[in-house]
């Protein structure tokens, strides 16, 4: 459990420094050519960068403070390991998917390729509905064969810790959304490009989540 935290501390660790460095490494006089090459720029990326850091850091934590509670409760004598359904395997090579799709998506959208954006956002979409609804169908299994959360405190901590995580993707999905009108209505590529930029940059985050949520299942 340790490891998870450590790991949960250093997923954060490097967020932080690379949003950081994204935010501020400018120097002054790029900053002012870049004002006045495009002072009407329609997104302002940088408070958003910024608010997304700050969120990934009190995602981060509660997790981690979730986990905690993780480890202190396994202590306790009534604890006995469940199994994981075997859907879980499935969902997390789709979200790893999801997330590479996005990425992929970023890439053009950074270069300018317009056209590639669409089915990018479309399919990332796809993958993170199969996803959840993955889980959802473990929930279901769990239920199906009585392993209800009352049944056992690792069945309770299954369902909270797969349901936050579920949660935490819910609202990444509202901003995809909000990304993929804006794509769909045809609006300028720079509002798209950061929108689609900060949308990746959550994907990434919420499937390091995951893996870290899912190896301390398979392991405990």
Not at 45 to 55: D, G
Not at 152 to 168: D, E, K, M, V, Y
């Amino acid at each position: 459990m340790e490891i998870g935290l450590i790991v949960l501390a250093t997923m954060l660790a490097a967020l932080l420094g690379w949003l950081l460095k994204a935010s501020f490494n400018t120097t002054p006089w790029i900053a002012e050519e870049a004002a006045e090459v495009d002072y009407q720029a329609p997104f302002n990326a940088r408070p958003k960068l910024v608010a997304l850091t700050t969120f990934l850091a009190v995602a981060t934590s509660f997790f981690a403070l979730i986990l905690s509670a993780y480890s202190l409760r396994m202590e306790l004598g009534d604890w006995v390991p469940m199994t994981e359904p075997s859907v879980l395997w499935t969902n997390t090579g789709v979200l790893i998917l999801a997330s590479v799709v996005f990425q992929w998506t970023r890439n053009h959208a950074v270069n300018g390729n317009a056209a590639r954006i669409k089915p990018g956002l479309l399919l990332t979409g796809a993958l993170t509905t199969a996803f959840l609804a993955g889980q959802w169908l473990a929930w279901q299994e769990l239920n199906a064969s009585g392993q209800y959360m009352t049944v056992n405190p690792s069945n309770a901590f299954f369902f909270l810790l797969t349901g936050l995580h579920g949660l935490h993707i819910l609202g990444g999905m509202y901003v995809w959304a909000r990304a993929t009108i804006r794509t769909l209505g045809g609006r300028e590529m720079d509002v798209v490009k950061h929108s689609v930029e900060l949308c990746t940059i959550y994907w990434h985050f919420l499937l390091l989540v995951w893996l870290v949520l899912f190896g301390l299942m398979l392991s405990t």
